[in-house]
């Protein structure tokens, strides 16, 4: 398939004005951290937990709503409009310039091309970098901003059949279906039914990559898998992580590529029946892949790493209260963090949600005495967790999303605890009494 290319910088976006909104503020009852409200505007997206944020200096962190793209400034998080551009998709910042990557559809819906723009995050100048087909999904950025990286699947197939949309107080799918004696499922096994319709269809997909300057578009993989989830390394620009989607006790879902195609690796092998591992995301220093993992499924709960280099493993145990939705870690990598779940989900928590840091401490050999076969093992490790934002009235099919600032001192989420979306930020230090 060949794409239109489009050349430079030829639009120019309407630049709103620079007034900041201060974010309110208060400490949480439960945890005495301190909490602010970053933007509560219709259609606000913080970005999906794997997706650049920052700008490379780590000033702003960027954001959609309806309107268009925001910033907010990580030292005072006031908020101000970058972009009025309504009906544009962000997807994430530059990791070497100041810039906000976003998507538009052409008007004619799910059947209309895709085009790929950069924004200057100081100027606001719009330049077009390529038309995409319809239904292609533009997921990553390679370290050195020269590549995109996408996928796109011969044919559409809806998870949930005849939809009216989406959940108006999560903006998420709102899955359903029926046990075959017609009774309902809750909303969690009602998506693994859809994932698993959706996985069995083996409809061909294709990852590619787009030449950020050129628009040039090549292939890296067909398969009829599933595929999806991409994530460049943030520092090898040619190697590329993706997943095999569909329920997770059924795919071997972790896996790594080259661009030209070559090197590819699986990264998880199941031992288990009911062995689970997914939500996948890199370490800032790109030399460990992390990811959620349950020996078995719902019953023993890992945050697992993979070094890229060695197939070192490490893993670090979580209690049933501590399982979470989605990871991160720091950018200096000494403090990790979970998001909760509710007792619906997979972990079926009786008291999971909460927003959490996790300190991580080794598990150490008993009296100095080490295994002769130590270094070939998994290194384990637990959790020292501390709660940081009570989540108690947190609707999950709204996933937090949970992600470090480029300093370390604030997690910054997405919510519904008010009562409807909203952007927030929780400082990882207790105020001073």
């Given at each position: 398939m060949r794409n239109t290319v489009f050349g430079l910088s030829i639009a120019l976006a309407v630049a709103a004005p620079?007034?900041?909104?201060?974010?309110?503020?208060?400490?949480?009852?439960?945890?005495g951290h301190k909490v602010l409200?970053?933007?509560?505007?219709?259609?606000?997206?913080?970005?999906?937990?794997?997706?650049?944020?920052?700008?490379?200096?780590g000033d702003l962190m960027i954001f959609q709503t309806a309107d268009g793209i925001s910033v907010a400034d990580t030292k005072t998080w006031a908020v101000r409009s970058l972009l009025h551009r309504p009906g544009a998709h962000l997807?994430?910042?530059?990791?070497?310039?100041?810039?906000?990557?976003?998507?538009?559809?052409?008007?004619?819906?799910?059947?209309?091309?895709?085009?790929i723009y950069a924004a200057d995050i100081d100027t606001a100048k719009v330049r077009k970098i390529a038309v995409v087909?319809?239904?292609?999904?533009?997921?990553?950025?390679?370290?050195?901003?020269?590549?995109l990286g996408g996928q796109v699947a011969s044919r559409d197939m809806p998870l949930q059949p005849n939809a009216a949309g989406v959940d108006i107080k999560t903006g998420?799918?709102?899955?359903?279906?029926?046990?075959?004696?017609?009774?309902?499922?809750?909303?969690?096994?009602?998506?693994?039914?859809?994932?698993?319709?959706?996985?069995?269809?083996?409809?061909?997909?294709?990852?590619?990559?787009?030449?950020?300057?050129?628009?040039?578009?090549?292939?890296?993989?067909?398969?009829?898998d599933w595929l999806?989830?991409?994530?460049?390394?943030?520092?090898?620009?040619?190697?590329?992580?993706?997943c095999h989607e569909g329920p997770w006790h059924r795919v071997d879902r972790i896996w790594t590529i080259r661009t030209d195609g070559s090197q590819m690796t699986k990264v998880h092998t199941r031992t288990m029946n009911m062995e689970i591992a997914g939500h996948e995301f890199w370490s800032p220093d790109g030399k460990t892949i992390?990811?959620?993992?349950?020996?078995?499924?719902?019953?023993?709960?890992?945050?697992?790493?993979?070094?890229?280099?060695?197939?070192?493993?490490?893993?670090?145990?979580?209690?049933?209260?501590?399982?979470?939705?989605?990871?991160n870690v720091s950018a200096d990598q000494t403090l990790f963090s979970g998001d909760g779940g509710d007792s619906e989900m997979v972990a079926h928590a009786p008291d999971g949600k909460w927003m959490y840091l996790f300190r991580p401490k080794p598990v150490s050999d008993v009296a100095g005495i080490r295994a002769d076969n130590a270094d070939s093992l998994i290194e384990?490790?637990?959790?020292?967790?501390?709660?940081?934002?009570?989540?108690?009235?947190?609707?999950?099919?709204?996933?937090?999303?949970?992600?470090?600032?480029p300093d370390g001192k604030w997690l910054i989420f997405r919510a519904n605890i008010e009562g409807k979306a909203a952007i927030y930020a929780v400082e990882i230090a207790k105020p001073r009494s």
């Open positions: 620079s007034i900041a909104a201060a974010p309110a503020s208060w400490i949480d009852a439960k945890t409200r970053l933007s509560d505007a219709p259609g606000n997206y913080a970005l999906y937990f794997n997706y650049n944020a920052y700008t490379p200096q997807l994430f910042a530059g990791h070497k310039t100041r810039t906000a990557y976003f998507s538009e559809q052409a008007k004619g819906g799910d059947d209309a091309p895709i085009t087909p319809k239904g292609s999904r533009i997921d990553t950025l390679n370290a050195d901003e020269t590549l998420q799918t709102a899955y359903a279906a029926n046990w075959p004696d017609g009774r309902p499922m809750v909303y969690a096994d009602a998506k693994e039914f859809r994932l698993n319709q959706r996985l069995d269809a083996k409809i061909p997909m294709e990852i590619f990559t787009i030449d950020v300057t050129t628009g040039q578009r090549r292939s890296v993989v067909k398969a009829t999806n989830h991409l994530q460049f390394s943030p520092t090898d620009s040619t190697l590329l992580m993706y992390w990811y959620d993992l349950q020996t078995p499924r719902g019953e023993d709960f890992w945050l697992a790493g993979y070094d890229v280099a060695t197939a070192k493993r490490r893993w670090y145990h979580l209690e049933r209260n501590e399982w979470s939705v989605h990871y384990a490790g637990t959790f020292a967790a501390e709660k940081l934002v009570d989540m108690g009235k947190q609707d999950y099919k709204l996933e937090p999303n949970a992600r470090f600032s």
